[in-house]
């Protein structure tokens, strides 16, 4: 594909539910990130792959959070009983190596009622 | 843990005018990034610093690195319309660390 793409582009959920969010990266990009961003606020690092596995999970908030990449490609982030907190938009993004520049999707927004 | 801050928070300019951003980090930086993110967009990648007292330009963009590798500056000279975003710096290596950024408003 063109760029990262990351689905769904907004979700709406109700307190306590789960969600699973979804990024497709630039085919070839061996790392992957998930950012969540916070109005007027700058991109939180929550995680990153290194192919399949997470080579640094220290930003995930709490237990609640989950993030795999079974196949070294696609990566989605899961969120277990969802938290009014938890709104926000969560970015991905994807790069060549580990030192290279960040592609960034165009995030999913949640929104916690 | 690593924190980095950027001033101003936000700055509204003439069109034609100058503005400059600043970012420090409470630690050194092995490398420094700046991002663009257009109101409602995503971030995108604009240019990677690496060298202590490195000073890179990009048409009316130029970036700086400080000599301790703790700071870093980007300035536009000259804005345009096309120039009004927040811009961030990070740090870091593969896990970045994202300043507040600071928002560029232009008065055409």
């Known amino acids: 594909g063109a760029g990262v793409s990351q689905t769904p582009s907004n979700k709406v959920t109700e307190k306590g539910k789960y969600v699973e969010l979804r990024c497709d990266p630039i085919s070839g990009h061996t790392a992957l990130y998930w950012y969540r961003q916070s109005l007027g606020q700058g991109p939180e690092f929550l995680i990153y792959?290194?192919?399949?596995?997470?080579?640094?999970d220290s930003g995930l908030p709490n237990d609640r959070f989950f993030a795999v990449r079974p196949e070294g490609s696609v990566s989605t982030l899961k969120i277990q009983r969802t938290e009014r907190g938890d709104s926000a938009v969560y970015l991905c993004a994807s790069s060549l190596g580990t030192r290279n520049e960040q592609f960034f999707g165009p995030g999913t927004r949640l929104t916690v009622l | 843990g690593q924190q980095v801050m950027q001033i101003p928070q936000y700055q509204h300019v003439q069109e034609g005018e100058d503005f400059t951003t600043y970012c420090n980090s409470s630690t050194t930086l092995s490398n420094i990034q700046w991002y663009k993110q257009r109101p409602g967009g995503h971030p995108v990648f604009l240019i990677q610093?690496?060298?202590?007292?490195e000073v890179k330009k990009q048409k009316r963009l130029t970036f700086q690195f400080g000599e301790a590798k703790k700071n870093s500056s980007l300035h536009i000279t000259a804005t345009q319309t096309t120039d009004v975003g927040t811009y961030f710096c990070a740090g870091g290596a593969q896990k970045l660390v994202f300043g507040q950024g600071t928002r560029l408003t232009i008065n055409p």
């Open positions: 610093l690496v060298k202590s007292g």
């Open positions: 792959f290194q192919g399949t596995g997470a080579a640094d």
